[in-house]
């Protein structure tokens, strides 16, 4: 990976370049760990349903608010 950083007249940082591929790749690892945070956060709420400690919508309710 080849960046650049940038910086101001003072030696401060202010930006960094990255390579588009570079970019993408980044993107993609950051969406998929996203997605792994929301499935394991929606597996604690059907846990916490089951247990009877919250009462989950059903998906008709979330279609009529969205």
């Given at each position: ?22 970019w993408e790749e980044i993107q993609k690892r ?37």
């Amino acid at each position: 990976m080849s960046i650049q950083v940038v910086t101001n007249e003072k030696g401060k940082k202010t930006a960094v370049l990255v390579p588009i591929a570079d970019w993408e790749e980044i993107q993609k690892r950051l969406n998929t760990e996203l997605l792994f945070d929301e499935f394991a956060s929606s597996i604690k709420d059907i846990k916490k349903d089951i247990d009877g400690n919250i009462k989950l919508k059903n998906a008709k309710d979330l279609i009529r608010e969205h």
